[in-house]
């Protein structure tokens, strides 16, 4: 179970690399910032992250209960600020469906779009998925459930 909530992170850490790529290079750093997402929010979600990744690593060749521990608590407010931005990020989601289809909310310069405006559906919900995955399983190997 622990090898494969490693896998499960590296997943979900790819999925976020291209969201990150996306947001940087869409002018998530720009000023004047249309983001809808904080900086702070997203490399803090980055960075605990990583850090929990790497503890889960130094876990997997320890086999330290407190470092899964610390793996686990290191992935709370990484899911809470992922929230953050999934919650920040539907509204900018259905503008873009809006404008697609014609619909309300169409006026408005392309170039005043939100950088997350180019994240494909498909990587958020696998994003998202994959974390919930990993989070359930890191917290099952640290409460050593089928061990």
Not at 105 to 126: K, W
Request: charged share 5%; net charge positive.
């Amino acid at each position: 179970m622990a090898l494969t909530a490693l896998v499960t992170w590296l997943l979900t850490a790819i999925g976020g690399f291209v969201m990150l790529g996306m947001w940087i290079t869409k002018g998530g750093l720009r000023q004047p910032r249309t983001s809808h997402f904080p900086p702070a929010v997203i490399f803090g979600h980055f960075a605990l992250a990583a850090a929990g990744l790497i503890v889960w690593i130094v876990y997997l060749f320890a086999a330290s209960s407190t470092l899964a521990w610390i793996s686990f608590v290191l992935l709370l407010p990484v899911a809470l600020l992922g929230f953050v931005m999934l919650f920040r990020w539907i509204p900018v989601y259905r503008a873009r469906a809006a404008m697609a289809t014609g619909g309300p909310g169409t006026t408005g310069a392309a170039d005043q779009a939100p950088a997350e405006r180019s994240f494909p559906l498909v990587i958020v919900l696998g994003h998202g998925l994959f974390a919930v995955v990993t989070l359930v399983l890191v917290l099952l190997v640290a409460l050593k459930v089928g061990a």
